[in-house]
């Protein structure tokens, strides 16, 4: 498997083994997951079948029990969102990561502002040149919202649009998305829709997490779905019949790959 | 009254012995026979004042010297009252000899002293004293009086700096409700009642804090400027900050307080106007170890011994720091 | 809301246990020392002493939990106390400001717990009603209480207190404390009050997500003002049977007060920012508190040795209890 | 985060000032009553006054302000302040703990800050690190900077400062008091600290939400270690000044210095829970409480009368405050 | 009009000339909303077309600039959701109200506990009737979580699901959904969807707002359009076509209707 992992390898993301309990709940058990290079892969599975947990891995916020993350072919521990981050990833969380009471401004830079002078925890903020920039970001994404505007003021689509534009500042390797769509309207989400085209074209790789099923066939390339915390199969993305994902989804792997799974092993 | 002058101590009752004198003697416990080096436990207020600090000093050098065993406790109260009554708790617990203790108020520790008059601990009150129960004694100044007398002394200073036939004194108070407080308080009302030159201006409270009363002081100064004869403090600690209210507002007038403080008592060599009655906590502490080592050895002890406070002034200042300080 | 994943998630496994098993491995720790540095400690009689030297900070602890659950949090608690336990004082005696008109002493009991209601209410009413954070209307409170106080008692101390109120807090029932079983009642009935009534899960909601609660029908001006009220009338229950404690009424009974009840639920366990604790936690926190007090004094540790002991101590019983939790 | 709706939706209105307009209100209603109670009161050389007396807590505001924002709090401020001033005073002079061990001025001021900062590094350092809760490791440190402030200075005030220390707080520059300058110097700083670093923006962020915070990659821990080691040497520079003020170090200095900074910022519009409020909002509160207390001095109101007036002026002043902002 | 409204009329809830600003935003603008009784209204929108205040309004929990509010034709004053519960509402936010610190269960019920004795705020909680009644509940809507779970354990459908689980225990006149389905799987949209015709089969009437045209128009018998604060136009269901509705989203009401409304006036 050497020849597809590394920095010019198959795969960007693998994600061996992941088991993750709460207490006694089994959000994730055993799940491999790989990234292709380039590639929008689709995280599809039903309500609580462990897609947040399972990027939540990745992005630092969650750490699994056992299993390996590769990056690059490496072996990496993701301690912290800011490690993720570290490693090129980028999230926008389902229940967006957003501070309500900074502005629209504010929260499209936090982390990363724009500094005059040295860069440290006490460089002196370039509101101008944030302002500027972020005003440039929004029109960009035809996103209408006051850039002075607090966050918390926002409306539910408006905020979840604030929080994917944060993903375009960084220039991240990975990024992902879970549920980005959820509060958009049709206009929004194909701005979205375009949004991950064009990343993808950028040669960023992306991880999506949608319900819109419409969604997920348009824009990914494989399908992974979630069964109850277990990987459910991978479907490519275009011969993916909106039945078969949704019987994974429902049921859980199809019992003749489960058999094949088991001869392979 | 109005005594003082040089740095011995009397004591007013026959059965106290001399306490700044027996701090020097190593064997003076063998004189009271009995059990030689007793366990004891001394209950203060709060350390806050400098007048407990130098009585936890005087304490361990009792410690060290062989007058009570190394196993006795000093407990600081921090002015909690339930604080005071768990440690009296603590030293019945650890059954000491006898139990040494300046109450909060005289009242909040009746049910403490029942318990160890219970225990058949003897207990001894040490500058404030306690309304209920049995006490071998009481060794104390007598804070009326030094209220009294500390106002009379800011009166002789007015006299003496003015040529009016009135004078106006502010007076800073002690924590609201504590008994020093009330004490004093009432000895100030004495003076200036019987004292028809004396009249008071006002009256705050600064707490028994120097940076409480300089507040207040600077307060006062802007109220009733240049009318302000003369200061009476309940405590030395508020002397420092009216002084410095006064310094900041290039006045000077006469201040007084009460305890002897060595920071406060410094600053007498260049001002005449100043003065305070000492107290002597060293001394209590070793009057009070005396009386109850005398009481465990059968003797009998006087119920009250008034230690009997020191008007230092600046005439007397530098004996007084030597004495006490050196 | 904003609490760190790393506490949330395990919740599940430690369900109802998360603030009871955390704290009490401080606790236990504090137990094991004490027991292995000094024989006395483990004894029953001093056991009993440790329980009756907590129940008043225990007594103020539960009441000021409500609120804390509820993302309020009160001032005034101390002050209450003063003033409910200085009333019912007075008002049973007849003195003071009730001079000549002492009241039966159901009736001045009464008056005491209707004083501290009363306050908490008002502080309620102006937080519930207009939105004025609790940390303020309790500050305000904590002022009117403490002028009241001094007002109620003239400042003075109140002896002579009736035997039926002096037992409420001073006597012995079954062998154990009366104020300790006042304590434990009122722990009980408070844990069950969190647990089973509607209000104890209304406290929890409101502290968890006020804006959530308030859409989910809550009234919530309600249950705010109630913690208030409990956290006042709890505090007056402490001011009485302190007055059982210390065998009197003193002015000053409620110096030092504020802080350790609070710190005692937030040692046991609850967030200070609301929705999460409980009383049991309470409780443990209150013990850990005067254990390590009580296990320092009974060692003869000083004054200044006794604040840092405490002070390490205390940071590594909340590293143990976080630990614990982790 | 729970934060009721009706506070929500006008920030746009007023825009920054949300915090500024409204405890606005309260201090121009004191000024203006205040004013018509009495002549004296708005005299420059009283208002001079009010600047200095609310300065150590002004500066003491300032520094907890970078805590509550950041949804932490500072309990150990007044020990630290304590026991840095102390550092300073003893180790310039010599005197106590380093008898006969004086170090140059800057070298002592040094070192006392150093003692702020470390003290606020170790309350910090256990918060950020561990998740125990500021409210637990503050406390844990107010136990220790106070037992370390007795061993430093044995408990007695310290005079006989130098002058290039005493200056800090007690000279004038420009016509104005030093202490006043050190006050609003630091105060300007902090809030272009607040307003146009990135630190300051991530207090803020932290304070709102700090999971959100850390999601988005904010170094969480070193921010929140960060706002405590601040105001543990804002602390130490109150300490500082007010060895100036008061013209000697006093151990109990520190004495009642704890809930008025922390009101003071809360009165000034700070959520408690964090995330909103800033520098003008606290400048604002400590004026409010400065007035307050100055102008019930003035008028010669006594001290049971004066809490009185006190609770309720405050509950007024918040009342406005709130109304202001709807 | 008054033959139309009443406990009898047509319209169980008029909102008319609403108004409501935020500062200098003007969230609504003049707004007329009429629900009829037993219809399923949806309210259709780009973001921050003022859907969520509109209905906030009607939910108390927020208090309109202006314009009046009738329920069976009767002016009322809503001035807290307690108010709204009062008077037959019951709400789904779109920022799901629920206590994340408190089960499942205890969430289901939370302002309406079950008691045993007196109910005051003091009634003791019959928690076991409540676990049972929560069982049956979830069981009903196919919810499978731990009743026992903190509901900020919980995944998000799973969150919105025991949010929406709460609009069936009182009993309402008036249902309010702000985005039922946005974190739904495909699966848990549906079961929303039987839920609602099963609630209008009741006797209820229901505001659905959702962003999923496709839900939308299989749900609602009318649907009516906010652009920008501004009403753009109630649209019959049946004769709903999707690019009809997109075209109000983002133009407003076409000018023709404009016209004629103002040549009714
Ligand atoms: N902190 C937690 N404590 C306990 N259980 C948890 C926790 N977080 C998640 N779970 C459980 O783990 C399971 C998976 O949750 P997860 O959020 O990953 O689901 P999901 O696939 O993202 O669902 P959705 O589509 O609803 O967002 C759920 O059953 C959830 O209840
Ligand atoms: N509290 C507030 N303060 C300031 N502006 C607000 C506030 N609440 C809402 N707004 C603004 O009012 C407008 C309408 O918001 P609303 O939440 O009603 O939109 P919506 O139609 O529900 O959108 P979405 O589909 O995204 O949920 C938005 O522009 C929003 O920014
Ligand atoms: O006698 C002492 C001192 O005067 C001290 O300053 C305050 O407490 C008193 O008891
Ligand atoms: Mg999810
Ligand atoms: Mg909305």
Redesign the pocket.
């Known amino acids: 498997m050497a020849n597809v992992s590394g920095r010019d390898g198959e795969y960007v993301v693998e994600m061996e083994g992941i088991t993750k309990t709460?207490?006694e709940?089994v959000?994730l058990e055993d799940v491999t997951l790989r990234l292709r290079r380039n590639e929008v892969l689709a995280l599809a599975?039903?309500?609580?079948?462990?897609?947040?947990?399972?990027i939540?891995c990745l992005a630092g916020a969650l750490q699994p029990d056992s299993g390996t993350i590769r990056i690059d072919g490496d072996v990496v521990s993701i301690d912290t969102p800011r490690r993720a981050k570290d490693l090129g990833i980028e999230t926008t969380f389902?229940d967006l990561a957003v501070a309500g009471n900074l502005t629209v401004t504010q929260n499209i830079f936090l982390g990363r502002e724009m500094v005059t002078g040295p860069n440290s925890l006490l460089g002196i903020l370039d509101k101008k040149s944030m302002r500027k920039r972020a005003r440039e970001l929004l029109d960009d994404l035809e996103i209408d919202v006051d850039i002075d505007e607090k966050v918390e003021n926002l409306s539910g689509g408006e905020r979840q649009l604030v929080s994917i534009s944060r993903t375009l500042l960084s220039d991240p390797e990975i990024v992902i998305m879970?549920?980005p769509t959820s509060a958009l309207s049709v206009e929004g989400a194909e701005r979205v829709l375009e949004l991950i085209a064009r990343m993808q074209s950028q040669g960023i790789s992306i991880i999506l997490?949608s319900?819109n099923l419409d969604y997920v066939r348009r824009a990914a390339d494989r399908i992974h779905v979630?069964h109850q915390?277990h990987s459910a199969g991978v479907i490519d993305g275009d011969d993916a019949d909106q039945d078969d994902i949704v019987k994974r989804m429902v049921g859980g792997m199809p019992e003749e790959e489960r058999n094949e799974r088991a001869a392979d092993a | 009254s109005g005594d003082g002058g040089d740095g011995d101590s009397e004591t007013t009752a026959g059965g106290g012995s001399d306490g700044t004198e027996t701090t020097d003697e190593t064997d003076g416990t063998e004189t009271t026979g009995g059990e030689s080096t007793p366990t004891v436990a001394l209950s203060v207020p709060s350390l806050e004042f400098t007048f407990f600090a130098r009585m936890e000093n005087a304490f361990e050098q009792a410690q060290s010297d062989g007058l009570i065993s190394s196993e006795s406790s000093f407990y600081d109260a921090s002015n909690n009252q339930s604080n005071q009554v768990s440690a009296v708790e603590t030293a019945i617990s650890n059954e000491v000899d006898f139990l040494m203790i300046s109450a909060i108020t005289a009242e909040g520790v009746i049910n403490a002293i029942q318990q160890a008059n219970d225990a058949d601990i003897p207990v001894v009150a040490i500058d404030r004293n306690i309304s209920q129960g049995e006490t071998v004694t009481y060794v104390a100044s007598d804070n009326v009086q030094l209220g009294q007398r500390s106002t009379e002394l800011c009166l002789s200073f007015m006299e003496a700096n003015g040529d009016g036939d009135s004078y106006d004194v502010v007076q800073l108070e002690g924590t609201p409700g504590a008994s020093v407080t009330n004490d004093r308080g009432e000895g100030f009302q004495n003076a200036v009642s019987e004292n028809d030159s004396l009249n008071q201006l006002a009256t705050q409270t600064g707490e028994f804090s120097t940076q409480n009363a300089l507040s207040v002081m600077e307060d006062f100064i802007t109220q009733y400027g240049d009318e302000i004869d003369g200061v009476f403090c309940q405590n030395d600690l508020m002397a420092l900050g009216a002084h410095q209210a006064l310094r900041n507002a290039n006045m000077s007038v006469p201040v007084t307080g009460i305890d002897g403080t060595e920071a406060w008592v410094e600053q007498f060599s260049d001002n005449e106007y100043y003065g305070t009655l000492a107290q002597l906590p060293e001394e209590m502490v070793t009057t009070a170890i005396e009386s109850g080592k005398a009481h465990l050895a059968g003797e009998d002890v006087e119920d009250t011994i008034t230690i009997e406070g020191l008007e230092v002034t600046q005439d007397n200042a530098s004996d007084y720091l030597s004495d006490y300080f050196g | 809301m904003s609490q760190s994943v790393a506490s949330?998630?395990r919740?599940?496994f430690t369900v109802s246990a998360i603030s009871q098993y955390g704290p009490i491995i401080g606790l236990v720790g504090l137990y094991v020392a004490f027991s292995l540095l000094n024989d006395r400690f483990l004894t029953v009689g001093n056991q009993m002493n440790v329980l009756q030297q907590v129940s008043i900070i225990g007594i103020m602890a539960i009441g000021v939990t409500f609120p804390i659950l509820c993302a309020e949090i009160d001032l005034s608690i101390a002050q209450v106390m003063e003033v409910a336990g200085l009333t019912v004082a007075t008002l049973a005696v007849g003195a003071r400001l009730f001079e000549g008109s002492a009241v039966p002493v159901p009736i001045a009991i009464l008056a005491g717990l209707s004083v501290g209601a009363a306050f908490g209410a008002v502080s309620g009413y102006v937080t519930a009603r207009f939105g004025v954070p609790s940390f303020m209307t309790t500050l305000a409170v904590l002022f009117l209480a403490d002028g009241l106080g001094l007002i109620v008692s003239g400042n003075r101390p109140i002896i002579g207190l009736p035997e039926s109120i002096t037992n409420i807090g001073g006597s012995r029932l079954f062998g154990l404390p009366s104020i300790v079983l006042v304590f434990f009642s009122l722990l009980v009935v408070s844990q069950l009050m969190l647990s089973y009534t509607k209000f104890g899960q209304y406290i929890y909601a409101i502290g968890g997500d006020r804006q959530s609660a308030e859409r989910m029908g809550i009234n919530v001006a309600a249950v705010r003002l109630g913690t208030l009220v409990i956290s006042g009338t709890f505090a007056a229950v402490a001011g009485l049977v302190t007055l059982g404690r210390l065998g009197s009424a003193v002015p000053t009974m409620g110096a030092g007060l504020l802080l350790p009840p609070i710190a005692a639920v937030i040692l046991g366990g609850a967030d200070l920012f609301g929705g999460s604790g409980n009383m049991v936690g309470t409780l443990i926190g209150v013990l850990i508190l005067g254990v390590l007090q009580n296990g320092l004094n009974l060692m003869g540790v000083g004054p200044s040795g006794q604040l840092v002991a405490q002070g390490i101590v205390l940071m590594l019983a909340v590293l143990a209890n976080v630990s614990g939790e982790n």
């Open positions: 709460f207490g709940v959000a599975g039903d309500n609580g079948a462990g897609k947040s947990t399972l939540k389902q879970d549920e997490i319900h979630l915390g | 949330g998630y919740n599940r």
